[in-house]
């Protein structure tokens, strides 16, 4: 245990001393911090911009005011529901959407100085200005109705904005129905009124754990053991995705520098895998341990900054400590780490330079995405035949058994998966220290690899041809 210790303190603090450890340390919090608060900056620094309507009537300006208006009220009841849902109260929350109600709008209309295209031209240009909510400023854009009325032309200066554009065009839409309604002698909001009417469908879980009980109303903290199994999911694959390059640049390192030899004069080489993997899991465990740190700082800001939130956070917490998720959730998650770190370790030992680990790299890399995509499948739909057969194969395991945790597989099944990806993770590590010891002991590179297989598993290898 001791030789164990020192081959991780050695690697451990190697790696912990340099500065790239410290910058990938603080990167993720820095940008989740600057992509909010980016994000936040554009959304109210957006500028505001004008357009005008050169119609007939104002029938084309109040339709599109009114899609305008529209979207501000859904927006705003959105928001009081997730309020609601958060426990927010609902005097605050008003307040809230009233001012992003006030503050958000960022298209109006203001009067055409010209009718015809060509004399909006300097306006449209920005050559010359209108008065407006915003003060003097160039036209944005024009909407001028042709003139047998079929078609609304956008003139515009800048193409890549086209949000005015769909507004109109949704504007343009509803106009037309509220005409033809009106023509069939039905009142204008007759549609609304039938969507009002439909019948509601609200989601309820059967609650299966007391008899004399039928359910209650889905809320949030039904999804939480989803949504938190979702993030052990891909926290395993995030970090497993982050020791590629310790565990392959530091023993390429280490082959080029021929410290391997070394080392193996003090310890032996089980003893040198062991520390190897424990240090490259405490690099890895220190770094998302930070984060989620972080992650934990902020929940608890917000949730003393907004009332309400506490609620909200609490289920999350309940699932985490929950040990019938929790539990499989930490077996799969070192079982997995140990798996594909016992690979990555034995194909670095096959690699002296950059180049030749890159041709390692591209077939690691397609194998590590296919869980990602089967997470994105899991999210969708737990019960998916594709995530049932996934599950079943050891290096898809760890990933997908977690998922599939909240969703209450059979009992039999948990423990088969998890017997069979401890199974192949002993075979992995057996034939793992197999290359190692050829390629860090015995110098083999990436062309030898067939005939270690061979030898590993008791084949001998075909003799030369004279």
């Known amino acids: 245990m001791r030789n164990i210790y020192l081959i991780f303190r050695r690697d451990f603090l190697g790696y912990v001393k340099a500065w790239g450890f410290w910058l990938s340390l603080a990167a993720v919090p ?16 957006s500028p505001v911009r004008y357009y005008a309507v050169i119609a007939p009537t104002d029938a084309i300006s109040r339709a599109i005011e009114g899609e305008f208006q529209r979207r501000a009220s859904d927006a705003a009841e959105e928001a009081a529901a997730l309020a609601k849902q958060m426990n927010i109260p609902l005097s605050e929350a008003e307040a809230q959407i009233a001012e992003s109600a006030g503050g958000g709008r960022k298209f109006f209309e203001v009067p055409a100085p010209a009718r015809t295209l060509e004399d909006l031209r300097p306006w449209l240009a920005g050559e010359r200005t209108v008065s407006g909510p915003a003060g003097e400023k160039g036209l944005f854009a024009a909407f001028i109705l042709s003139e047998d009325g079929s078609m609304l032309e956008y003139w515009s200066n800048d193409v890549n904005v086209d949000t005015l554009q769909r507004t109109a065009e949704v504007a343009m839409r509803d106009m037309s129905r509220r005409n033809a309604l009106m023509s069939a002698g039905l009142e204008t909001d007759f549609l609304k009124q039938a969507d009002d009417a439909a019948v509601k469908v609200p989601a309820f879980r059967l609650n299966s754990t007391h008899a004399g009980e039928s359910g209650a109303e889905v809320t949030i903290a039904d999804r939480a053991p989803a949504i938190v199994s979702g993030a052990l999911a891909y926290f395993l694959w995030l970090m ?227």
């Open 30 to 45: 820095l940008f989740l911090i600057l992509g909010i608060g980016f994000g936040m900056f554009a959304a109210t620094s």
């Open 240 to 466: 497993v995705f982050s020791i590629i390059q310790y565990l392959l640049m530091g023993t390429i390192e280490e082959r080029s520098n021929k410290i391997f030899d070394t080392l193996l004069t003090s310890v032996k080489l089980p003893e040198l895998l062991a520390g190897k993997l424990l240090a490259v899991f405490a690099v890895t465990s220190t770094m998302m341990l930070s984060w989620t740190a972080f992650a934990g700082i902020g929940s608890a800001f917000f949730a003393a900054q907004v009332p309400g939130m506490a609620d909200t956070v609490s289920p999350f917490l309940a699932a985490l400590t929950d040990p019938g998720l929790i539990i499989p959730a930490l077996i799969s998650f070192v079982l997995g780490y140990v798996l594909y770190g016992a690979i990555f370790m034995a194909l670095g030992s096959l690699c002296d330079t950059i180049q030749e680990a890159q041709t390692l790299l591209s077939p690691m890399m397609i194998l590590l995405m296919l869980p990602m995509f089967a997470i994105f499948i899991a999210f969708q739909d737990p019960g998916s035949p594709v995530i049932d057969i996934a599950s079943w194969v050891p290096v898809f395991t760890p990933f997908l058994l977690i998922l599939r945790i909240p969703h209450d597989p059979p009992m039999w099944e948990i423990l088969t998966q998890m017997g069979m990806m401890a199974a192949v993770t002993a075979v992995i590590v057996w034939l793992s220290t197999k290359v190692y010891r050829a390629g860090a002991v015995h110098g083999a590179g990436i062309g030898e690899i067939g005939a270690m297989m061979k030898s590993a598993i008791g084949l001998k290898p075909k003799p030369a041809k004279e």
